[in-house]
């Protein structure tokens, strides 16, 4: 079955520190492949997607994702990150065949000054 | 763009009680999915729509669940009766037509936080 797997729970980074968020993913083909980011009451934003074609995908606020086929993994990343970027993180698969999306169960940014 | 909207943003119930939870997609889209989050449990999927067909409702819990697309702008979400395990934020989020096969954008709602008592 699909899955998505976010290892890091909790991370803190001091502002202006660089950023790494994990994702891997199980899938037998190579899915598409999204990061959302949730702040505090809000729901859920796109930051970026990856469908095919450069394996480094530009987003939002500074962000962006590299996707590595042999270690199924969507990482985010953000050279320097603003005390803006709290919230919470979410990295989600949607399989070819399918309409759904499935979400890894985030990752909380904190970020101190 | 009003983006997807959600009503009410907040509701407090006693168990036992009827919960109806609303949206409304962004206008053109033609996939509307209702979600729940809990700490527990994540992001779960309880239903999606195509054109204001039910597609897939394997998510949705139990028979106390039910959701309708009366037309293309507009869903609810009802609980009947509500428990307190019930207690999380629903998300509705919409999408547009599928395009060759991939997997579009999905655009959420900023939820309806319920509580029951």
């Known amino acids: 079955a699909q899955s998505v797997t976010q290892p890091d729970i909790h991370i803190t980074v001091s502002e202006g520190a660089s950023l790494e968020l994990r994702c891997n993913y199980s899938y037998g083909a190579t899915p598409y492949l999204f990061w959302y980011v949730q702040s505090p009451g809000q729901g859920l934003q796109l930051l970026l997607k990856?469908?095919?074609?450069?394996?480094l995908v530009q987003g939002i606020k500074g962000f962006e994702a590299e996707f590595k086929r042999s270690q199924s993994s969507f990482n985010l990343r953000k050279p320097s990150v603003h005390w803006s970027d709290a919230a919470e993180y979410f990295c989600a698969v949607g399989p070819y065949n399918t309409d759904k999306l499935i979400f890894g169960t985030g990752t909380r940014l904190q970020v101190f000054p | 763009d009003a983006g997807v909207i959600q009503s009410p943003r907040h509701e407090v119930t006693e168990m036992g009680q009827e919960v109806t939870l609303r949206c409304k997609p962004i206008s053109g889209h033609d996939y509307l999915f209702w979600y729940r989050q809990t700490m527990m449990r994540g992001l779960e999927l309880l239903i999606y729509f195509n054109n204001n067909v039910p597609i897939d409702d394997s998510g949705m819990p139990e028979d106390r669940f039910s959701a309708k697309m009366p037309n293309a702008s507009f869903s609810t979400l009802k609980i009947q009766p509500s428990e307190p395990r019930d207690s999380a934020v629903y998300f509705c989020?919409?999408?547009?037509?599928?395009?060759?096969?991939?997997?579009?954008?999905?655009?959420f709602g900023p939820g309806t936080r319920l509580t029951v008592l």
């Open positions: 990856y469908f095919s074609g450069d394996t």
């Open positions: 989020a919409s999408r547009g037509p599928r395009a060759s096969g991939y997997t579009d954008t999905q655009y």
